[in-house]
């Protein structure tokens, strides 16, 4: 069985003080728009078992839309700290999702 690979939500770069990036991050790009993403390193482990990085406003679109995008507890953590608007409309996406499947 063909495991799909999923979506993984990155925040953007420009989203990011660069002083304030997890140590160990790297800018990689967002697989529908091409934008810079930072990719801290839980989520490089997650990149190399094949999943694809969308920027924030790519993924949480198709987030919504299919559940299928991947977000770790890592990350959720930085956006938190980082990006307080895109945290409120993440929280509200998982509590949507969560509650999908319950
Ligand atoms: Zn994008």
């Keep these: 069985?063909?495991?799909?690979?999923s979506a993984m939500?990155?925040?953007p770069v420009s989203s990011i003080d660069p002083l304030d990036?997890?140590?160990?991050?790297?800018?990689?790009?967002?697989?529908?728009?091409?934008?810079?993403?930072?990719?801290?390193?839980?989520?490089?482990?997650?990149?190399?078992?094949?999943?694809?990085?969308?920027?924030?406003?790519?993924g949480l679109p198709e987030a919504m839309a299919s559940g299928g995008v991947l977000i770790t507890k890592e990350q959720i953590q930085e956006i938190r700290e980082h990006d307080p608007e895109v945290y409120r409309e993440l929280k509200a996406m998982l509590r949507r999702s969560s509650s999908r499947n319950n």
């Design 21 to 58: 990036v997890p140590s160990g991050a790297i800018v990689d790009q967002c697989a529908r728009c091409g934008h810079d993403v930072w990719l801290a390193p839980s989520g490089q482990a997650i990149k190399e078992k094949g999943a694809l990085l969308v920027c924030v406003p790519c």
């Design 1 to 5: 069985m063909k495991e799909e690979p």
């Design 9 to 11: 939500i990155c925040a």
